[in-house]
């Protein structure tokens, strides 16, 4: 704050002498006036020093009073007030304001909240005492064993907290079928074996072909044999001859770039709802979609489409088959189309049941 002080200069001393002494000391005079030899102005606390150790030696009068405080864009910014309203929300930003759970199950949401309330996950709690992501998403699958994945949004003082949820297993229980063997539906190397019950008949790293038998339902030890039948999966490497036909323009929507909005609302000014420390801060983000198209050329078998044929073959698979390697034998560019035949190495379960006959 700077204080101004009002002077009142008067006597029968040389007031324009000590005028021009303030002048040379530099002294900031304000709004002066000499009305029948009696000036008055303002000045500050440096003036005020000057003025009083030369008012003697120019023989004049002086009485100062209190101006108060100096008014104007200046006074505004060099104010104690300016300083708290800029560093509200500084502190504000340190602090975690709110906390979210986005899912469509209100069970799961329940119990998520309940357990970040548990951990003090909460608004008002600072931004630096919250634990890592990693731990938090740690924590929460523990205790929620119907969690496949955890995914945070945190934007500002924000945090949103996803649940992936893991898909339903049934409890249905499948319909005893006959006594069955395990045999090759196609041909490949064997990775590994996952068998319920049954006994071997191949063995890691063999080759086999379709219709080879790989596990056994029929057990027989010494003289006895016992009919359990076969049960499991078999996983094996094997090649797979792909087709494919894409049109040479490919159309696609992206996200753009999301805009998030901060305001700030003080508890004096009017609010629609009862103030608390939540809404003290309101986001809005907008998000804008963008689309375009892709041209394919030659050059981007390896970069694009490879990448998109093996999420369509993926995706039209049911199994849990991975693709270990692929290699293309043509690509062709014709006719605004792109078509070609690429072998994708699959590593997948190729076992599948074939009933023991009475016979065996």
């Excluded at 029968?12 to 002498?17: E, I, P, S």
């Excluded at 800029?86 to 799961?108: G, Q």
């Excluded at 219709?211 to 049960?231: E, P, R």
């Excluded at 043509?330 to 190495?345: A, E, I, M, Y």
Aim: with cysteine; hydrophobic share 40%; glycine share 6%.
């Amino acid at each position: 704050m700077h204080k101004r002080y009002e002077i009142r200069v008067s006597g029968d001393g040389d007031l324009a002498g000590f005028l021009t002494k303030l002048v040379a000391a530099k002294v900031k005079v304000l709004s002066l006036s000499v009305v029948d030899g009696v000036a008055r102005f303002r000045t500050d606390r440096h003036g005020l020093k000057v003025i009083r150790s030369n008012r003697r030696r120019y023989r004049l009068k002086v009485k100062m009073s209190n101006a108060g405080i100096e008014s104007g864009a200046k006074g505004i910014f060099t104010s104690n007030l300016f300083l708290i309203v800029c560093l509200i929300p500084f502190v504000a930003s340190l602090f975690l304001w709110t906390v979210e759970v986005e899912s469509d199950r209100p069970e799961v949401v329940e119990r998520i909240d309940q357990k970040l309330e548990k951990d003090s996950i909460v608004p008002l709690r600072l931004l630096a005492s919250i634990p890592d992501e990693g731990e938090i998403r740690r924590q929460l699958m523990l205790d929620d064993p119907s969690l496949s994945w955890v995914r945070f949004r945190r934007v500002g003082t924000s945090l949103t907290v996803i649940p992936m949820l893991s898909p339903l297993a049934t409890n249905e229980i499948e319909a005893e079928g006959p006594p069955s063997d395990l045999i090759a539906r196609t041909g490949g190397v064997i990775t590994r074996f996952e068998l319920k019950k049954g006994e071997r008949v191949s063995h890691v790293h063999q080759t086999v072909k379709k219709g080879d038998v790989l596990a056994t339902g029929v057990l027989v030890q010494g003289d006895k044999t016992a009919v359990v039948g076969a049960d499991g999966a078999v996983y094996a490497d094997y090649w797979v001859e792909y087709s494919f036909s894409l049109p040479q323009i490919i159309g696609y929507r992206l996200q753009g770039q999301e805009t998030v909005e901060f305001s700030f609302n003080f508890p004096w000014q009017p609010q629609e709802e009862k103030w608390s420390p939540k809404s003290f801060i309101q986001t809005e983000r907008h998000a804008n979609e963008k689309t375009g198209q892709l041209e394919l050329s030659e050059g981007m078998e390896e970069t694009v489409i490879i990448p998109l044929l093996k999420n369509k073959f993926l995706s039209e698979s049911l199994s849990k088959a991975i693709i270990q390697d692929e290699k293309v034998l043509h690509v062709s560019f014709d006719n605004d189309k792109v078509s070609g035949t690429v072998l994708f190495l699959i590593n997948d379960n190729i076992a599948v049941k074939r009933p023991i006959s009475r016979g065996e």
